[in-house]
Structure formats: structure tokens, C-alpha cells
């Protein structure tokens, strides 16, 4: 069978989803925590990987490569750039940039390293299962690019230049580590992100403020891929 890796970087992000988790083992391995159990048959494993894209490439590939997860789902909140997107807003990434990874200094675009990619894009079947979900269920469901870097912007004008050098529709910090570490093994992967705050001068206001309850949007969601990933098969 099967078996889904589902990460957040965050507690406030993955604890929606081990509420509702059955027969559940923790595991402790590279200082971090590891829940692995069942949700409604389907075997899951599930962690935080504490904030960040070191911490983040951390935690995929030990989900993928200790714990042999061969799907991964990233549930979180976000940043909003597009002015389309309002707190508690759902947003797919078709693609993952880092923007901050910096090399222009030799003629590079920003994002970019050789061989690497700016953008590294989803799987497109998971996606398809997020749209069918959406559609079923009603909900606005934005498909975009998520740009990722260590750095909680609360600024409009890097904000902006975020969205306009990589045509970025929300921002975070682990989404494209977990691409670069997922697209390199081979693992189909998805993220998803509920929007706290529009990563602008109330950007941390309003990240404490909506952190919760965009985190359980976002959960709720990825719960239901996971009953819908299973009667896929
Ligand atoms: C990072 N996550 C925020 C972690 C903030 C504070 C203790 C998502 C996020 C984000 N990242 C939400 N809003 C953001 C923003 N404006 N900039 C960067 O993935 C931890």
C-alpha cells in the first residue's frame, strides 16, 4: 500500500491533521518528531518541520527516504501577493521558485543555480485531484506560483518585486525545498496553502491572528485528498 507523507512546518499546521489520525505511532529521529498512522485506511505520515528551507529539505527527505512515504502533501498558510487573495484563500502551486537564492553577480536570473531550475513545478495528477475536490465542494481553489525564502516578508515593496521577478502569487519559506527535494527523488508531491496575511507591513498582526484557522482550511483540504487519493486506486 501506499504510503502519504504529509508535512507542514509548523504545529499549528499539522496538528488539524494528527487530531484526526487513527492508530498513531511517534517516532523521534533527526530531532524531529514523525506521527505515523491511518487516516480512514490510508497509511500517513505526518510532521512539522520547524520553519525554513533547511529544516523543510530536512523533513521531506526523511519522510521520503526514512519513512518511505512515495506522495507528499504540504499543508500551511501563506503570504498573499495577488490581490485575488484574501485571508483563509486556498492556493495551489503549479511551480515553486526560491527568491531568495541570489548568483545574478555572474549574469544568472534570480532563482536560479546551474543545474538547477527557477521554477519546479508540481505534479500535475494531484493537482487534478484538488481541482475535482474544489469543484465538488465549491470552493475557489488558486492555482499559481508560490516563491519561497528565508525570510517572513512583511514589506510590499519585496513583496512586490517577489511578484514581479518570479510571477509569484503567495510567498513562504518551505514549499520549494520540499520541490527540489521531491522533483530529485522522483516523488510526486503537492502544496497547498491557506492565506494568513498579504505580506505587507500587518503581515505579522495578522499572521497571529489568522494563523489557526487558515492552517485548518488548509488541513480539512488535504484531508480530503487523501480520501480521494485512496479511491483513486
Ligand atoms: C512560512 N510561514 C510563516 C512562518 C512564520 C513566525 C513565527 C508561512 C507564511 C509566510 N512566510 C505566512 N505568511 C508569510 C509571509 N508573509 N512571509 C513568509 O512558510 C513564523
Redesign the pocket.
Known amino acids: 500500500m501506499s504510503k502519504i507523507a504529509i508535512m507542514g512546518?509548523?504545529p499549528e499546521e499539522i496538528e488539524p491533521i494528527i487530531s484526526k489520525l487513527d492508530n498513531i505511532q511517534t517516532m523521534t529521529y533527526a530531532d524531529n518528531t514523525y506521527y505515523e498512522g491511518s487516516y480512514n485506511g490510508q497509511m500517513v505520515v505526518v510532521a512539522y518541520s520547524k520553519?525554513g528551507k533547511v529544516f523543510a529539505t530536512l523533513t521531506a527527505t526523511m519522510l521520503i527516504e526514512k519513512f518511505g512515504c512515495d506522495k507528499l502533501l504540504f499543508s500551511?498558510?501563506?503570504?498573499a501577493i495577488s490581490k485575488e487573495l484574501k485571508i483563509g484563500d486556498l492556493i495551489i502551486a503549479d511551480g515553486l521558485c526560491q527568491h531568495d537564492l541570489d548568483i545574478t553577480a555572474f549574469g544568472h536570473p534570480y532563482g536560479y543555480v546551474p543545474e538547477g531550475e527557477v521554477c519546479i513545478s508540481t505534479d500535475v495528477n494531484l493537482r487534478n485531484i484538488a481541482k475535482d475536490i474544489a469543484s465538488l465542494k465549491g470552493l475557489t481553489l488558486k492555482e499559481g506560483i508560490i516563491a519561497t525564502g528565508d525570510?517572513?516578508?512583511?514589506n510590499s515593496e519585496r513583496k512586490d518585486w517577489i511578484g514581479s521577478e518570479f510571477k509569484a502569487d503567495a510567498?513562504?519559506?518551505?514549499g520549494a525545498s520540499v520541490a527540489v527535494v521531491c522533483s530529485t527523488l522522483n516523488v510526486p508531491f503537492f502544496i497547498l496553502r491557506a492565506i494568513?496575511?498579504s505580506?505587507d507591513m500587518d503581515?505579522g498582526f495578522n499572521?497571529d491572528e489568522f494563523l489557526e484557522s487558515s492552517a485548518q482550511v488548509s488541513a480539512d483540504f488535504i484531508l480530503s485528498m487523501v480520501d480521494a487519493m485512496r479511491s483513486k486506486k
Not at 525570510?151 to 512583511?154: D, L, T
Open positions: 512546518a509548523m520553519i500551511g498558510v501563506a503570504g525570510q517572513f516578508i512583511a510567498l513562504e519559506m518551505e494568513s496575511d505580506a503581515a499572521f
